[in-house]
């Protein structure tokens, strides 16, 4: 009969520190991504506006596949906003979302694709077709932001036609920024008082071209969306930082937790059949005590003898790791 042999592990486990984002070397960090395996490369895409610094850091200078592995596997628990239900609704959102902007952009660098990672997938998508008035550009309409938590309504353009696509801020040369011979309104002042500028000659001018756009009242939309992001008045520079601002990143103590325990396993190690079970027996004051029960086959284990009795002898640094299939 197969006996087991237990090993108890108590943990205490504090509460969360943030460190100081350093600035990062992105020419190195590029080069590092671009030296990972492909799989780890296109995680990393899908998550670029999530990392930290601390986590690419961390990340990055990993040397083994079941490192990274582990790593991805807690990066997505720790922003588990309900860890007691058995689905991760933050990491599924995100994967959707991350796919759906592949499907319809291509590459996750454009700023749609950015905009829908973050804000989820638009209610509907006004596309204007009036090249001779304006610049490329569409209108996205959210009944609720996943970003502003409200509605939003955002105008995305492609100025001079190719290029990169970028938000429209009406800061950033006003109404005229959207229209195609417009250019030279650029680096005209702007009034800050967005209520002002809608009744301003300059906005009328443009409302006006844009309201004779395209056929079946789509000039009526997005004069109409433009009219929306000027009444937001003072409050729309806030509304636009948050709508492209990555959520929240949890504490930096997981990623010190992470790295004081990382194991380089040498090659050539013996495997050992294990079995883990985790429990949460109880609370000390913040903390919470986690204890690990590793559980291995006797005949799995190096006997010694001691004083004419068997022993079994085992000493846990760093990492349980495990392989399951």
Not at 93 to 109: N, S, V
Not at 166 to 190: F, K, M, N, S
Request: one cysteine or more; charged letters at 30%.
């Amino acid at each position: 009969m197969r006996g087991l042999c237990a090993l108890l592990l108590l943990l205490l486990a504090g509460g969360p520190l943030r460190a100081a984002d350093t600035k990062p070397d992105l020419d190195a960090r590029k080069k590092a991504v671009e030296a990972l395996p492909e799989k780890y490369r296109t995680w990393v895409e899908a998550v670029d506006i999530l990392l930290t610094a601390e986590e690419w850091d961390l990340f990055l200078g990993l040397g083994k596949d079941y490192q990274r592995d582990a790593f991805i596997e807690r990066f997505w628990q720790v922003r588990d906003e309900n860890p007691r239900t058995p689905r991760n609704e933050f990491r599924e959102g995100w994967e959707t979302r991350t796919e759906e902007a592949r499907r319809r952009y291509g590459d996750l660098r454009d700023a749609r694709a950015r905009a829908l990672r973050l804000n989820g997938i638009p209610d509907d998508v006004l596309t204007s077709d009036c090249p001779m008035v304006l610049w490329p550009l569409e209108v996205w309409y959210f009944s609720r932001s996943e970003r502003t938590k409200r509605e939003l309504v955002l105008i995305l353009y492609k100025k001079w036609g190719a290029g990169r696509w970028r938000i429209w801020d009406p800061a950033e040369g006003g109404v005229g920024a959207l229209i195609a011979d417009g250019a030279a309104t650029d680096g005209a002042p702007v009034d800050r008082d967005w209520r002002s500028a809608m009744a301003g000659e300059e906005a009328k001018g443009g409302i006006a071209r844009v309201l004779a756009c395209g056929p079946d009242d789509k000039g009526k939309k997005i004069a109409a969306a433009i009219g929306w992001i000027l009444e937001k008045g003072h409050d729309l520079p806030f509304i636009l930082q948050k709508a492209d601002s990555s959520p929240a990143a949890p504490g930096g103590e997981w990623v010190q937790t992470f790295e004081s325990y990382l194991t380089d396993v040498p090659a050539g190690a013996p495997v050992l059949e294990a079995k883990l079970d985790v429990e949460f027996p109880g609370r000390q004051r913040s903390r919470t005590v986690l204890q690990g029960l590793v559980a291995v086959p006797v005949s799995e284990a190096g006997v010694a003898q001691l004083a004419g009795s068997r022993s079994y002898n085992f000493l846990l640094t760093g990492e349980v790791l495990t392989k399951e299939g």
